[in-house]
């Protein structure tokens, strides 16, 4: 979820790039993002990725949830509470 301010293409951008750029991420079938609807204070979106077989490995989600939130505090949008 992010302010009803921010440039969406510009999000959508940032959601893919960051899955895009995690080595455990699948390129086929590629990283999509999901518009979810509109929120109180929000608009809402989902990032889908697939993950290859890493052997238990269960920190792939945090990993990319870190760079998200990099790249959002760097183009400066907001998360709404």
Same mark, same amino acid.
């Given at each position: 979820?992010?302010?009803?301010?921010?440039? =969406?293409?510009? %999000?959508?951008?940032?959601?893919?790039?960051?899955?895009?750029g995690?080595? @455990?991420? #699948?390129?086929?079938?590629?990283?999509?993002?999901?518009?979810?609807?509109?929120?109180?204070?929000?608009?809402?979106?989902? =990032?889908?990725? %697939?993950?290859?077989?890493?052997?238990?490995?269960?920190?792939?989600?945090? @990993?990319? #949830?870190?760079e998200?939130?990099?790249?959002?505090?760097?183009?400066?949008?907001?998360?709404?509470?």
């Amino acid at each position: 979820s992010v302010d009803r301010k921010t440039d =969406l293409q510009l %999000l959508r951008k940032i959601l893919l790039e960051a899955a895009k750029g995690h080595p @455990e991420i #699948l390129e086929n079938p590629a990283p999509q993002v999901e518009f979810k609807g509109f929120g109180e204070s929000s608009v809402d979106f989902n =990032l889908k990725a %697939l993950v290859r077989d890493v052997g238990g490995r269960s920190d792939v989600r945090t @990993e990319v #949830l870190f760079e998200i939130e990099r790249r959002l505090k760097e183009a400066e949008i907001e998360i709404p509470y």
